[in-house]
Structure formats: structure tokens, C-alpha cells
């Protein structure tokens, strides 16, 4: 009797984390192609544009080759059969005929662009010189993750290493979200390296990630017990702080404290796009402005709009523009 209680809790424990994987995914939902107006791929990037940062005057700095030690075996084939390297790439929101390019390093003894492989990025902008400050995610390959800080010189386009951030808090990075110079919000993303524990991770679900506050050398964890916090990003008066939680379909909005500590104030399920009202999400207004059958992009992550153009990210996929404010291309925004 004992027994078969026992196997009957195992199946329904079983049921439950298989029926959780379904939901958060999405798989229950079946989605409308549709885009915002006429939609194209960039030229000069093909394998990957995981995240992306833009200047006021439409710079966009985007990393491609993206990889780290729990992505699958399969994952790390397709890196080394097509020789994909961790690179920064460049497009001009206000030249988009010239698609993406990628920006030369400057030699530096403390970075090795042959084991660079970048993730989440934030930046610090330089109106003046257009000497842009970049703090980007290293996952280092065959070592420890690290936050890598370049200085853009644009008069040549290249990327001058500054210097790098570590710290034994650092566990799977994914983005940073800029503070100030050498002070910025990193969600650590992952505790496990190996593919299979970071699997049981995800589908659990185990709550080991967090937020960290890098203050120059200083490393604190400020936000405890998450699961999975992705993509970070800071509005414009640093007073909110937005972290995506994909597994839970969610995003969370921390308010910051004087000593930059953060105060969960809002969940936002399902977001798509974000109407905000005194930093706070207002969900009667979020609209979907595009989605694909992996036709013209998959495995989108990132999203930005300047100059009356959509640019659209992936983990490992193209880049994608689309015009904005033109005539709606494909059905009605929505799922079913």
C-alpha cells in the first residue's frame, strides 16, 4: 500500500514538472505570424546577435557567439564546425544599407579575443568623443566568467580593453545593467556548469540563481533564490530595475534603494512589450509587434526600437530588421 502510494506521488511529481515545462514554454499556444511592416535580414551577421546595446543617436552594439559550458553538445559542435568567434558587432540605425560589422579588438595582455565569448552587454555613453564605455558577459572559454570593460574608438572602429571584473559570486552570468562607470547589476543566471544538472535546474525548478551588485572590486548579492534571471536592464532614471525570468513567463521590476539594494514592487507576466507609467508596467496597454515561424529568424532574444526600425536579436540565428509604422504584414497580432 506504502508502495504504491509512494509510485503514485513519483507520477504525479513527474506530471507536474512535465505539465509546469509545457506552460512556461508556451507549447499550449499557437501563434499568428505576423509582423510590423516589411521585415528583412542584415546583412554581415549570420550566426548569432544574442544582445544588443544602443547609443541615444542609433549605434547598436551586438555580441554574437554566444557559448558556455551547460549549452549542449550539440550546441558546441555547431560552434566548432562553423567556426563561430565571439565578436561585437556594429549596425548604424541610421545606415541600415550597410548592415553589421564586426569591431577589431586592440591587443591587451589581460584579454584574449580567441577564448572571448560574449553575452549580455551594457554600456556608458561618451556624447562628447563617442568613446563609448561596453561592459560585456565573457563566458570565458575553458575558464571562470567574467564582465570584460572595452572603450569603443571610433574614428577606427575598434574596441579597446580596459579591463575585466571577477569575482568567486560569479556562477553563470547572462547581462549586466550599468549603474555608472565600474558599478553595474549582474543576474547570475546558472549554477550548474554541466548540461544535464542545469537541465534539472531549469525544469525543477531550482531557484539558485541571483542578482549581484559589482561596485569596482566589491561583489554583493542583492536579490537571492531566482530562477534563471535573464536579460537586466535599468530605466532611464536608474530608480527601476527589470530582470526577465523566462522559465516563469515572467518579468520581474525591482525598485533600486539609496544604497542600491533592490525591492521587488511588480511581477509582469508574459511580456511582449512594455507601456510604462511611473516606471511600472501598464498591462492593459502590452502589445505584440512580431512573431515568426523561424522562417526569417528563431530563437529571438533580443529587441530594440530606434528611428522607426524594429532590430531583433538571436541566440544563434540572424539579425533581423523590420520598419515600423508601415503597413502590417501577415494576421492580427495574437495567440490562439
Do not use: W
Not at 564605455?133 to 575598434?158: A, Q
Amino acid at each position: 500500500m506504502l508502495r504504491q502510494a509512494f509510485y503514485g506521488l513519483i507520477l504525479s511529481m513527474i506530471c507536474y514538472l512535465l505539465f509546469h515545462g509545457y506552460t512556461k514554454l508556451g507549447l499550449n499556444y499557437h501563434f499568428k505570424k505576423h509582423y510590423p511592416g516589411e521585415c528583412r535580414q542584415v546583412t554581415g551577421l549570420d550566426y548569432g546577435s544574442e544582445h544588443m546595446e544602443v547609443t541615444q543617436d542609433g549605434l547598436a552594439f551586438i555580441t554574437s557567439g554566444v557559448d558556455f559550458p551547460c549549452t549542449s553538445e550539440k550546441y558546441h559542435s555547431f560552434i566548432r564546425e562553423k567556426n563561430i568567434r565571439g565578436t561585437i558587432f556594429l549596425y548604424d540605425f541610421k545606415n541600415p544599407k550597410l548592415g553589421a560589422s564586426a569591431l577589431r579588438f586592440q591587443p591587451s595582455k589581460t584579454f584574449d579575443p580567441a577564448t572571448f565569448q560574449p553575452h549580455g552587454i551594457s554600456l556608458l555613453e561618451d556624447k562628447a568623443k563617442g568613446e563609448h564605455l561596453l561592459y560585456v558577459v565573457n563566458h570565458v572559454r575553458h575558464g571562470k566568467d567574467r564582465v570584460e570593460k572595452f572603450k569603443f574608438i571610433p574614428r577606427v572602429n575598434e574596441l579597446q580593453h580596459l579591463r575585466f571584473f571577477n569575482d568567486s559570486k560569479f556562477l553563470i552570468l547572462n547581462d549586466v545593467a550599468l549603474i555608472g562607470e565600474d558599478k553595474f547589476y549582474a543576474s547570475n543566471y546558472l549554477f550548474f556548469e554541466s548540461h544535464f544538472l542545469s537541465f534539472l535546474e531549469h525544469v525543477l525548478p531550482l531557484p539558485l540563481g541571483g542578482l549581484l551588485l559589482v561596485d569596482g572590486n566589491h561583489v554583493t548579492e542583492v536579490v537571492k533564490s531566482l530562477h534563471g534571471p535573464n536579460g537586466v536592464i535599468l530605466s532611464k532614471d536608474k530608480r527601476h530595475l527589470y530582470v526577465a525570468i523566462p522559465m516563469e513567463g515572467t518579468m520581474h521590476v525591482y525598485e533600486t534603494q539609496k544604497d542600491n539594494g533592490l525591492k521587488l514592487v511588480q511581477d509582469v507576466p508574459e511580456v511582449i512589450r512594455l507601456p510604462l507609467s511611473n516606471g511600472l508596467v501598464d498591462h492593459e496597454k502590452i502589445t505584440e509587434l512580431f512573431y515568426d515561424h523561424g522562417d526569417l529568424i528563431s530563437a529571438s532574444s533580443v529587441a530594440h526600437i530606434h528611428s522607426g526600425q524594429l532590430l531583433i536579436g538571436s541566440v544563434i540565428d540572424k539579425l533581423v530588421v523590420c520598419d515600423l509604422f508601415g503597413k502590417v504584414v501577415g494576421k492580427k497580432a495574437g495567440k490562439v
